[in-house]
Each structure stands twice: as structure tokens, then as C-alpha cells.
């Protein structure tokens, strides 16, 4: 058993994503539908990462090395920044799944066929749950609000 960062850090995050649900449990059925429905994944999620993280022994070898995870690092700070201007530009329903089969595509060097897929299913959760379930407006983004 290993107390270390990583396991701190999955314990903050259990920590407020079930916080979150149990503020969610306070309001309104329809208020708590979106705190619960990410929320409790998350909280699961997370539970599940700190049992590994408790269970790795304590001399065990760190995953990478320092120079790669500073490497990673930038990276994911990378594809932020490309999620955050395809979101603003193109919306979410159609910039969320353009950059999921871009992350897919390149950074997981995976087939078209698993890029198309993971953004076909993006483009079903999204306008499944926000347009459909919840009847959600959602931010059509700059671009397209500018060409429609």
C-alpha cells in the first residue's frame, strides 16, 4: 500500500464528485439530473482509480519517466486548446465530435474506422442527451452561428 500524489489526487477527485452528488440529492428531480449523471460515474471512477492506486506496492517503478510525462503533459495541454477553439468555433454538436475523431485519429494513432466511431458516438451522446433527453439549447459555436 502506497500513499503517495496519485493517490492523493484520486482521492480530492472522489471527494468532488461525491460531493457532488450528494448536493445534487437537495434539489429539484430535474436540477440533479446533470450533477448525478456525471457525477456518478465520476465518483465511481475515481473510487475504482484509488483502490489501484492503495493496492500498488510501494517500491514499485513509476509508469514513466519524467522527461515523457512532461512530454504528455504538453500534449494534453495541446488538445485543450483544440477542444476548447473547436467548441468555440463549430459548437458542440459538431466541434465535440470533430476533435474526438481528430484525438482519436492522431494522438492514438488508431484506425478511421475506431476515429469514426468514437465520433459518430460522441455526436449520439451529445445530441442524444442535451437535444433530445434534456431539450437543451447548446452553444452552436462562431462559425456556424456566423454562416447559419
Known sequence: MTFNARTATSLVMFALFAGACVLALGLPQKAAFMPL????PGALLCLWQLVLDLRRPADAPPDKDEAAEGKSEIEVF?????????????????????IVLAFVKLSRDETWVNALI????????VYGVFIL???LPLFQGLVLEAIL
Do not use: C, D, N, R
Open 133 to 135: 433527453l434534456l431539450e
Open 118 to 125: 468514437a465520433g459518430a458516438g460522441t455526436f449520439a451522446v
Open 78 to 98: 495541446i488538445w485543450l486548446g483544440a477542444f476548447a477553439i473547436a467548441i468555440i468555433g463549430f459548437g458542440f454538436i459538431v466541434g465535440g465530435p470533430l
Open 37 to 40: 449523471l456525471v457525477g456518478i
